[in-house]
């Protein structure tokens, strides 16, 4: 025996009893743009715990927050980060056929919206990530948007005009804005509290789940329930890591992205149910019944360019949609 095989046997040997090998563990980082009490982390976190719990520990879930949606999308695209949930506001700028959902009053309600998405309507625009150098993996949500602002009560599309409204970089939520006569400033979400605070801008528009887990109530009057646009979310992840998954593993990760799904959309119906009256309580002036015919109405040169500019085919089958 050489030198050599013998240090190697020694070294063996010299190992506790019952020690054997560590198991290979696999590590995949989700960035959202919310803190963690969110319908984005409630998403995150079941996604974490049924992997884990599917393979063992084989897999282990880090979970980031990372306020630049762009910036996450961009890092899954190039293989940096492994997936990202976010919502739509900046994808239809990465797929460009997200951008139909993003019209405002899409959608009747929650149910319509997410019967959509989860059928083959949905499910088919999600097959137009790959091609992006993107894995759509599920639909998520954030819920339907509304308005505030820090300078007046907003009752009719007239009240709208002349604010300087945050918006996502989304030429769709852009050019309805700019139909309703206000000023529309994108600018990613990392950067929205600093802007109300200095005045730069004089409203945003977000889910309640959003304002409410932000505290916007903070550096905002007045809220609005102008429900103007559904907003979806999304799992996406690096299709590169997708594609080193096992079939068993696949089968995990699929099960834990619908986990993700149920937790979020259940997260996101507990804060609607609850977030406005917390929000009065916090001291927002909120106004309800909007007259959301009067805001179709304003909005119709903004609907009549997204006819021409997006899919006017799949929109009609959007509006059109009804549960079997």
């Known amino acids: 025996m050489t030198l050599t095989r013998r240090l190697a046997l020694a070294a063996a040997l010299a190992l506790p009893l019952g020690a054997a090998p560590a198991f290979a563990q696999t590590q995949i980082t989700i960035q959202h743009p919310l803190p963690l009490n ?4 409630a998403g995150a976190s079941a996604f974490k715990e049924s992997l884990e719990a599917a393979t063992g520990g084989r897999y282990r879930v880090n979970i980031q927050r990372n ?3 762009r910036e996450m999308i961009e890092s899954v695209q190039i293989g940096t980060l492994d997936c990202t949930i976010t919502s739509t506001g900046p994808v239809g700028n990465f797929v460009p056929e997200v951008r139909n959902f993003d019209v405002p009053f899409l959608f009747r309600d929650t149910a ?3 019967g959509v998405l989860d059928s083959e309507i949905g499910q088919g625009v999600l097959q137009r990530f790959n091609p992006r150098g993107l894995a759509g993996v599920i639909w998520l949500e954030n819920g339907f948007r509304h308005l505030t602002n820090s300078r007046r009560e907003v009752n009719a599309p007239a009240d709208v005009r002349g604010l300087k409204v945050r918006t996502m ?13 206000a000023l529309p400033t994108p600018m990613a979400f990392s950067e929205l509290v600093p802007a109300l605070q200095q005045g730069t801008v ?24 102008t429900g103007h646009v559904y907003s979806p979310a999304l799992l996406i992840c690096n299709p590169a890591m997708m594609g080193r998954l096992s079939a068993a593993d696949r089968t995990a990760f699929m ?3 619908r986990a993700a799904q149920k937790a979020n959309r259940d997260r996101v119906s507990a804060d609607e149910a609850s977030g406005v009256e917390e929000l009065r309580r916090r001291g927002m002036n909120v106004v309800t019944g909007v007259d959301a015919t009067a805001f179709q109405a304003a909005l119709a040169p903004a609907f009549a360019e ?7 085919a799949l929109l009609r089958r959007v509006r059109d949609w009804r549960p079997n």
């Open 202 to 225: 004089d409203g945003q528009e977000n889910p309640i789940p959003v304002i409410v887990a932000n505290n916007l109530n903070q550096v905002q009057r007045f809220l609005t329930l």
């Open 38 to 41: 969110s319908h984005y982390g």
């Open 67 to 69: 306020d630049n949606e």
């Open 255 to 257: 099960a834990a992205a």
């Open 112 to 114: 319509h919206a997410r």
């Open 306 to 312: 997204y006819e021409r500019s997006l899919d006017g």
């Open 169 to 181: 970089e989304n030429q769709v939520h852009m050019r309805a804005f700019q139909t309703l006569g």
